[in-house]
């Protein structure tokens, strides 16, 4: 009787620890398709190699652990040694798992980083504020109430702007004022009125400040934000392999005693 009590009890913190590590888990691969799939996240836009390991390792993982708790829960409750052992196997293989993408997103996050500089670059020299990217960066210019990458006069590279012979960047993306009025058929604001072809809205004080730093920022929120959830998992694994190898010994225990009294 007491051997059985401790099986319910290890069953029933089993299965509690099982349903966070499925909710992280599913969190985790949720990441992974943000990252991959995000028409409207810079990360989308970038040709980092790195990156792309760390999100499809993401979406891995997040897809093992659904497997892992079904097994773990079929497991405890049909008391099922060898299925326990399957599951004991399966937590070491994707400790190591989160263990190599956490590292590699630590180890390359400045490239990663270098890479977002570049997305944003290529974003700024084809923006014509009508596709979902050049969208993005007028939200990022807005909220962050700065003016390209490293300042205002990167807008100097864009395409259309390079065409109008500017020394100086008179002309620049509404997002890039305090205060604007856009125009009907244009997203490009002046303070300066004697732009006509084709009309620009009326800007009024351009930021100064350059968005790399928000970028910069935003960038390692998201990254701690991954490592906090994996380092939860690897947390929520060492307590799932404790009260496995609990209850693995326990249903021996049992098996055991059941022999002897038949």
Excluded at 119 to 146: E, N, P, W
Aim: hydrophobic share 45%; proline share 2%; with cysteine.
């Amino acid at each position: 009787m007491k051997v059985q009590l401790k099986i319910q009890l290890l069953k029933f913190c089993f299965v509690l620890l099982n349903s966070v590590f499925l909710v992280l888990g599913l969190s985790v691969s949720g990441c992974g398709l943000w990252i991959l799939f995000d028409s409207g996240s810079f990360l989308t836009a970038v040709s980092s190699v790195e990156l792309r390991t760390v999100a499809v390792g993401l979406l891995v993982i997040g897809g093992v652990v659904t497997a892992v708790s079904v097994i773990g829960c079929v497991g405890a409750d049909g008391e099922n040694r060898v299925l326990l052992l399957i599951y004991l196997g399966f937590l070491i293989v994707l400790v190591l798992a989160q263990v190599f993408v956490t590292l590699l997103l630590l180890i390359n996050r400045n490239k990663i980083e270098v890479g977002l500089n570049t997305a944003v670059d290529h974003i700024m020299f084809k923006y014509r504020g009508s596709s979902v990217q050049d969208t993005l960066m007028d939200s990022v210019q807005q909220h962050g109430r700065c003016c390209g990458r490293t300042g205002p006069a990167d807008w100097l590279k864009n395409s259309y702007i390079h065409s109008l012979n500017l020394s100086i960047p008179h002309v620049l993306p509404c997002s890039c004022f305090t205060s604007y009025h856009r125009s009907v058929d244009s997203s490009w604001c002046s303070e300066q009125l004697n732009f006509t072809q084709p009309p620009f809205g009326r800007g009024n004080s351009s930021y100064d400040q350059g968005c790399e730093a928000t970028l910069s920022d935003w960038l390692q929120e998201n990254a701690l934000t991954i490592v906090g959830m994996d380092v939860s998992l690897m947390l929520i694994q060492v307590l799932q392999v404790v009260v496995a190898v609990d209850l693995y010994r326990e249903f021996g225990r049992k098996s055991s005693f059941e022999m002897i009294q038949s």
